[in-house]
């Protein structure tokens, strides 16, 4: 099922995100922890690849596998990093093979070592290229994109960042997932720019749980996502006690989830670090 249909077919479309582990042992247990999301009963489930397209083909792998084993509709992330469009159009001729049917498509962030995004020969420079391709060439693919509440860290003002977001929703585009946040407001202040610019389709928050202050804080770093200083000064009192870190986490992951789910968003995509723990406790908690 394309993600269009999805969205059409639910009022509220639930979806993880999970990555290729480096290491047999590690898609053991990433299936173990994807059997317990899985009965959240979630509209999808998309994988993603390293910096690069490192990670490519263990992401189809993975893709497939989830598709196979739970049944459910699955999307494969895609850059314009590193690869011509010959490559690309061949990897998505792959991935419909395996019945993987939706795309992530990203421009993409350099690869580890590299501050500046460098166009690939023969390759594509932003992702409304990527996503014309899709649209025109594999039109029976569903293509989300990425949106960002808290303003791209290489945009230029905040209405170049919408202009180029609406750039990938006329290109064809079917769906926006989010960038991590922690403050509603910013997405609710996002949402009124999209509806104002005419973006229609559905725009879906993306969340990651705080388990770890450490990581968070690097993860936040890496993106430009704010933390709330109320809820960093909560997560750093706790120590160095990784317990109540993590409840930390989840009682503000649940504010957040119920939050936006009262305001009527179409679904939420939860970046899950392919662990199981904080998102099963925080859907539990919630009233979808």
């Known amino acids: 099922m394309r993600l269009p249909d999805i969205y059409a077919a639910n009022k509220f479309a639930l979806s993880f995100e999970l990555f290729p582990p480096k290491t047999e042992a590690g898609v053991e247990a990433l299936f173990g922890h994807a059997q317990t999301l899985v009965g959240f009963k979630p509209a999808y489930i998309t994988c993603t690849y390293g910096a690069g397209g490192s990670t490519q083909d263990r992401t189809l792998e993975i893709a497939a596998r989830v ?7 699955v999307a494969t992330h895609l850059t314009c990093v590193g690869r011509t469009a010959d ?33 690939t020969e023969g390759g594509y420079r932003y992702a409304n290229e990527l996503v014309e391709m899709i649209h025109a060439d594999f039109p029976s693919m569903g293509v989300a994109v990425g949106g960002y509440p808290e303003v791209h860290q290489e945009a230029p003002s905040p209405e170049a960042d919408l202009d180029n977001l609406k750039k990938k929703i006329d290109a064809g585009a079917h769906a926006i997932i989010t960038q991590l946040f922690y403050n509603n407001e910013d997405f609710y202040r996002f949402r009124d720019k999209c509806e104002a610019a005419g973006i229609r ?88």
Not at 67 to 73: C, Q, Y
Not at 94 to 117: C, H, I, Q, S, Y
Not at 206 to 224: D, E, F, W, Y
């Open 87 to 119: 490559q690309v159009r061949d990897y998505l001729r792959r991935a419909l093979e395996a019945d993987v049917t939706n795309v992530v498509a990203l421009r993409g962030d350099p690869p580890a070592g590299e501050k500046v995004f460098t166009v």
């Open 67 to 73: 598709r196979k084993e739970f049944g459910l509709p």
């Open 201 to 288: 389709v559905p725009l879906i928050p993306g969340l990651l749980p705080v388990t770890n202050v450490s990581q968070i804080k690097r993860i936040a770093s890496l993106c430009g996502a704010k933390l709330p200083q109320e809820f960093l000064s909560q997560l750093e009192a706790c120590g160095e006690d990784a317990t109540a870190q993590f409840e930390v986490g989840v009682e503000q992951a649940t504010a957040q989830t119920q939050g936006l789910v009262d305001a009527g968003v179409p679904g939420i995509h939860y970046y899950v670090l392919n662990k199981s723990e904080a998102a099963s406790r925080v859907l539990t908690n919630v009233t979808l």
